[in-house]
T-cell receptor, first 114, second 112 residues
């Protein structure tokens, strides 16, 4: 079945370490997104990419980096520069053919910094 | 800066009650308002409302867009324990399709 796969589902990291979250989609969607979710704050956009080899910063990009070398993949790296990385991270995709703005989400990755 | 605000932030009801969730927005070049339900992990799409489609209904859920008041409501009638979830409101605007601004979410708890 088509969908978005995020891994790992749970991740623990020591302070000062970088960590990369994987996001793969087989929906043939052009655009992909990374959101961060904290309790009581809804979803906040970290980075998004509308085509391969191109991406833009969202509202809270500091301390994060991404790449988009393949249409199917949009990994997110949480760097040691991110001061408060413990959160739930959601990857999503969409396509202009839907003309709705609807996002399709993965199951999420929960990152805990020890 | 685009802004979406939901209220209440949390709500506790009993099965059979009717609930109304609110969403207000300030979005440049508004295009659509979307409602999602998040039970455990991935949010799932409920409705999309636009200037050309301001009312949607699916079973016990319905939603209305008030373009004048820049707001939307999500109604759930005859609530069930399975309706317990976080309900997210989001808006799209501008030229970047799919780039949504989310509200804080409303946590709905339905007791038996």
């Amino acid at each position: 079945d088509g969908g978005i796969t995020q891994s790992p589902k749970y991740l623990f990291r020591k302070e000062g370490q970088n960590v990369t979250l994987s996001c793969e989609q087989n929906l043939n969607h052009d655009a992909m997104y990374w959101y961060r979710q904290d309790p009581g704050q809804g979803l906040r956009l970290i980075y998004y990419s509308q085509i391969v080899n191109d991406f833009q910063k969202g509202d809270i990009a500091e301390g994060y980096s991404v790449s988009r070398e393949k249409k199917e993949s949009f990994p997110l790296t949480v760097t040691s520069a991110q001061k408060n990385p413990t959160a739930f991270y959601l990857c999503a995709s969409s396509t202009p053919g839907l003309n709705t703005g609807e996002l399709f989400f993965g199951e999420g990755s929960r990152l805990t910094v020890l | 800066e685009d802004k979406v605000v939901q209220s209440p932030l949390s709500l506790v009801v009993h099965e059979g009650d009717t609930v109304t969730l609110n969403c207000s927005y300030e979005v440049t070049n508004f295009r659509s308002l979307l409602w999602y339900k998040q039970e455990k992990k991935a949010p799932t799409f409920l409705f999309m409302l636009t200037s050309s489609g301001i009312e949607k209904k699916s079973g016990r859920l319905s939603s209305i867009l008030d373009k004048k008041e820049l707001s939307s409501i999500l109604n759930i009638t005859a609530t069930q324990t399975g309706d317990s979830a976080i309900y997210l409101c989001a808006c799209s605007g501008g030229t970047s399709y799919g780039k949504l601004t989310f509200g804080q979410g409303t946590i709905l708890t339905v007791h038996p």
